[in-house]
């Protein structure tokens, strides 16, 4: 449960992940082999990764949403509110989806390689590697995932984690993931991909791009879509916000401050995380302060 937040609270937060349908979670004993991992994910299982229905919540219901909402956060459309990147760059090949599977379904979200000690670390969100207190199974990153394409491989996952908070209750407030990739054809994923950096404890109020692979309609989840605008303090958490339409499947994105256009390159500073029903034009990440900083040196230490 996300206690922190209040029942309420908890019916607005539309986790934005993909699913339709495949096995239960392996038992440990049965984990299988990273090549039978790779194997099961064709292209057709990927590109079967449909959204999850998402709750509804009427608007006269809503209780905790300020009746006049700040004026320098009303929806913009500058830049982008949800367009597919065409603009090239270091994003197209760091940025992936991640697939997996979650209760006896196949699921998918989104992913960002950053750099890190072992060159093999993906960040992501908490609910894209445990949810409803289980971790998922068969989990892969597909960078530069085009239309069921997997242009510079699948890597199998060998290890998982999230926020202490997110491990212990799933707490909105620290949706935040990391996956440790094994190595594949001999060569570790930011040799072959490149890498984004991260940093912790930034402004909460500053230019931002995000991107993911958003697969509810009116997105397919075949192409990495952006937004990008200013950013701004959540009011249902102490994550930050960002005018962005994107849907389902986009989930783990990355949030980047000082990202360059014409290099694909910023500073990941958080991830696509929930949305509220009343105001989809608005995406929600969680802060990136010092429990988010120790999930990512545990994760580039393994």
Not at 159 to 169: H, R, V
Request: hydrophobic share 40%.
């Amino acid at each position: 449960m996300r206690a922190p937040l209040g029942a309420l609270a908890i019916a607005l937060l539309l986790p934005l992940l993909a699913v339709p349908l495949a096995q239960a979670a392996p038992e440990a004993s049965k984990t299988p082999k990273p090549s039978e991992v790779s194997d099961y994910w064709t292209p057709d299982r990927m590109r079967s990764a449909a959204p999850l229905d998402l709750p509804t919540v009427a608007p006269s219901d809503v209780k905790d949403v300020p009746a006049a909402l700040p004026a320098q956060i009303a929806p913009e459309a500058i830049p982008s509110g949800g367009a597919q990147w065409t603009g090239g760059g270091a994003v197209v090949t760091t940025a992936g989806r991640v697939f997996f599977t979650y209760q006896g379904r196949t699921a998918s979200c989104s992913g960002n390689a950053v750099t890190s000690a072992n060159k093999s670390t993906v960040i992501t969100a908490g609910h894209c590697v445990k949810l409803d207190g289980a971790y998922h199974a068969n989990v892969v990153f597909v960078p530069a995932y085009d239309n069921g394409a997997t242009p510079y491989g699948t890597w199998t996952a060998r290890a998982t984690y999230s926020t202490p908070q997110w491990n212990a209750t799933e707490d909105i407030n620290y949706d935040v993931g990391a996956i440790v990739v094994n190595q594949l054809n001999g060569q570790n994923l930011t040799d072959v991909v490149g890498a984004q950096g991260i940093a912790f404890n930034q402004p909460k109020a500053a230019p931002a791009y995000a991107f993911g692979y958003p697969a509810a309609d009116p997105y397919d989840g075949t192409k990495l879509v952006y937004c990008s605008g200013t950013t701004f303090n959540a009011f249902l958490s102490s994550g930050i916000g960002l005018t962005c339409d994107m849907t389902g499947g986009a989930s783990g994105g990355p949030w980047f401050h000082g990202f360059s256009e014409a290099t694909g390159t910023g500073t990941l500073i958080s991830v696509n995380s929930y949305k509220i029903v009343i105001l989809p034009f608005w995406m929600f990440g969680p802060y990136f302060g010092a429990d988010a900083q120790n999930l990512y040196n545990q994760a580039q230490a393994a």
